[in-house]
């Protein structure tokens, strides 16, 4: 079963804030504060619910990335094609030391 401090360590590496990640779970910023100090515990259905959310979050996370890579991907393809068009507006009668007819 997973562990606070891996809840935690989890939680900050998707940049999920304590208020954040305590809308997910049902309680305030700090009931999450106090069970990342250990001044509160989480029984174990508790836990599973945290890491059950954690999941789905990385889960989003992952396709956010993919959406954002799929965007990137077309703006390097869009720039690749305007600078080879540039490049032939500079030097029409050549491309890779061959002849254009």
Known sequence: MITIQEIKDIRIHLKITQVEFGHFLGYSKSFISRIETGERSLDDSEILKAQDVLERLIISNRRAVNSAQQIMNR????????????????????????LLL
Do not use: I
């Open 75 to 98: 703006v390097k393809s869009r720039v690749d094609c305007q600078q080879a068009l540039t490049d032939c507006d500079k030097n029409p009668l050549s491309s890779g030391g061959n």
